[in-house]
């Protein structure tokens, strides 16, 4: 089911499949700033990434000494979330436990998810509550894809990513989908990092504890582009499927297995701890120029 949002400014279309965005819309500029979804080379736009964010090992982990599976980003991005509140400005989606999801994920949760337009701004709010008397151990992330280039005229690689702070990004190697034991610096003049399509060819840029908290998508040929916010969230990932129109911008809380995980859920790298009755929250924006 298909829900829209909008003020004079921003139009914004959802799905209550995975609560994903699927298109920011300027009105005024005629800009569309998400990607098209299409399939050939990614058939999503902005999937939730829960309760995990990238791989375990082999699918796998271990919790009190049993064996779950569960695959690449977890199960929230194919589910039907039920739409809890909509207004012209707001859109709340909420999840919880299902007998499916307790076979793979032995916990109960309530996510809510909320959607906020204000002027030239969506804001993405992620909470999440544990109603159960043990620990919940969870992650998440978020995997917003926008269109690149976003103007007639342009390509690819007019587009650059511009960080708000001085500092070396040191880009974790992967090794089928898991976080391998090497680095290598991402080169960036006065803190940009021009796209192209070779950025990508293996595999996501994954960066650990940045300081920046702001990147903006824009280019020299035009005056627009975008502002991504986002604060506390130790990881992050920069993407696009091969030679696809689009590059995603992802701060996460969690993060795939290194390779030499032992696969045990408490110990997993980045993972969050939630005590019971007790609630967590998170959020990200997008300003639309």
């Known amino acids: 089911m298909k829900i829209t949002i909008q003020n004079e400014q921003l139009k914004a279309?959802?799905?209550?499949?995975?609560?994903?965005?699927?298109?920011?819309?300027?009105?005024?500029?005629?800009?569309?700033?998400?990607?098209?979804?299409?399939?050939?080379?990614?058939?999503?736009?902005?999937?939730?990434?829960?309760?995990?964010?990238?791989?375990?090992?082999?699918?796998?982990?271990?919790?009190?000494?049993?064996?779950?599976h569960l695959p690449r980003h977890g199960f929230?991005?194919?589910?039907?979330?039920?739409?809890?509140?909509?207004?012209?400005?707001?859109?709340?989606?909420?999840?919880?436990?299902?007998?499916?999801?307790?076979?793979?994920?032995?916990?109960?949760?309530?996510?809510?998810?909320?959607?906020?337009?204000?002027?030239?701004?969506l804001t993405c709010s992620y909470e999440v509550n544990n109603p159960d008397e043990d620990e919940l151990y969870l992650s998440i992330g978020a995997h917003p894809a926008f269109a690149v280039p976003m103007v007639n005229d342009t390509v690819y690689a007019d587009y650059y990513l511009a960080f708000n702070k001085n500092e070396i990004l040191n880009r974790w190697k992967l090794a089928d989908g898991l976080i391998g034991?090497?680095?290598?610096?991402?080169?960036t003049n006065n803190n940009r990092l021009p796209l192209s399509y070779e950025l990508f060819y293996e595999d996501a840029i994954v960066i650990k504890n940045m300081e920046s908290n702001c990147i903006t998508l824009g280019s020299d040929k035009h005056p627009h582009g975008l502002d991504f916010k986002f604060k506390d969230f130790p990881f992050f990932g920069i993407w696009a499927s091969k030679n696809a129109s689009f590059v995603c911008l992802e701060p996460w809380c969690g993060i795939a297995d290194?390779?030499?995980?032992?696969?045990?859920?408490?110990e997993k790298e980045g993972i969050i701890s939630l005590p019971p009755e007790a609630s967590w929250q998170r959020s990200w924006s997008v300003h639309c120029f």
């Open 258 to 266: 290194s390779i030499n995980h032992n696969q045990e859920l408490t």
């Open 181 to 187: 034991t090497g680095t290598e610096a991402v080169i």
């Open 13 to 68: 279309v959802f799905d209550d499949k995975g609560a994903e965005l699927q298109s920011l819309y300027n009105t005024g500029l005629n800009i569309e700033y998400m990607w098209s979804g299409d399939a050939a080379f990614w058939g999503k736009y902005s999937p939730v990434l829960f309760p995990v964010v990238g791989s375990f090992k082999a699918d796998t982990y271990l919790y009190k000494g049993k064996k779950y």
């Open 76 to 121: 929230a991005r194919e589910k039907i979330f039920q739409v809890e509140k909509t207004s012209d400005s707001e859109l709340v989606f909420t999840l919880t436990q299902d007998e499916n999801t307790l076979t793979v994920y032995p916990f109960r949760f309530n996510l809510k998810i909320r959607y906020t337009l204000l002027t030239d701004t």
